[in-house]
């Protein structure tokens, strides 16, 4: 079945949907990434994969994503 927005071998979906989780994962992100500017500490770079795992996966993975 052909879908109307696919052009060729990629999609604009391809290219939209990385990069729409990329942005969640850095909105995620972003209370994290004040507090590391207001107070860094190499521990508290280290604890950001702890608390938020998934935000820091999909960033990550987004450049294998883009380029599949």
Known sequence: MRFPFRTGETAVADRVVPLFLAGLALWDLRAEFQ???????WTSLS?????HPLAVAVLVLTPALLRR
């Open 35 to 41: 507090l590391l500017a207001d107070h860094f500490t």
């Open 47 to 51: 604890m950001v994969p702890l608390h």
